[in-house]
């Protein structure tokens, strides 16, 4: 299991999505952690709390995994980055057929476009 | 494996897990280009809530979520999410519970 910083694992991570476009499966979890071991956390609620929370991310591409940990500074940013990466991979996926197909067939005065099934604009 | 319908169930129930039992919740998330899908799991080790999709407009609601459940994760189960907004709210709300860092 190799520990990287947010910026590089990223950069592992988006490799890992285009390495597993033909076949194979990217996995990728979060998980609340204090990175510290039991003894080390009943020490400090003993001395005083302020217990530092982190929050703990793997990814994994079934042979290979890479983790960072994200506190609560960085991970406005990290979740920016990480966003961006799913939305540029995630291209498989299937957009609303239905919708499409129904707008094309009643809509025909009210001219739509199509590929905005999203984001579902009125017009009167 | 208990698999969800509505995202919006899907969404609420594993917030309250998460605050339920924030140490042992975790979130995890599969992808597979070949097929075209995405399969989402919230378990906190006794219960298992999973989401399952092909659908493009699913995996802008799950960057939704992924925002949510990193802000509670890093934050901590006391944070104020109310979806985005609720993260400017966090900058200026300090926690009550005073756990790591105070902003």
């Known amino acids: 299991m190799v520990l990287l910083q947010p910026d590089p694992f990223l950069n592992e991570l988006t490799s ?4 597993s476009t033909e076949k194979g499966s990217v996995w990728v979890t979060l ?3 204090s990175l510290k071991s039991k003894v080390q956390r009943n020490k400090m609620k003993t001395a005083g709390e302020p217990l530092d929370y982190r929050c703990l991310i793997r990814a994994t591409n079934g042979k290979k995994t890479i983790s960072t940990s994200v506190g609560a500074k960085d991970h406005q940013k990290f979740q920016a980055s990480y966003a961006t990466i799913l939305k540029a991979h995630m291209t498989a996926l299937k957009k609303r057929e239905r919708k499409d197909k129904k707008k094309a067939a009643d809509a025909t005065t009210n001219k739509k476009d199509g590929e905005s099934s999203k984001k579902r604009p009125k017009k009167v | 494996m208990v698999y969800i319908t509505s995202w919006d169930e899907f969404v609420e129930r594993s917030v309250q897990l998460f605050r339920a039992d924030p140490d042992s919740t975790r979130y995890a998330m599969k992808y597979r280009h070949s097929e075209g899908k995405l399969v989402l ?4 080790n006794i219960q298992c809530l999973k989401f399952k999709t092909d ?3 699913d995996a802008k609601k799950m960057e939704k979520l992924n925002n949510i459940f990193f802000t509670l994760m890093a934050r901590g189960p006391d944070a104020d999410i109310s979806e985005v907004t609720g993260k400017e709210q966090m900058e200026t709300q300090a926690t009550k519970r005073g756990r790591g860092r105070k902003q």
């Open chain 2, 55 to 57: 659908q493009t407009q």
């Open chain 2, 41 to 44: 799991k919230v378990t906190d």
């Open chain 1, 16 to 19: 890992m999505f285009e390495h």
């Open chain 1, 31 to 33: 998980k609340r952690s």
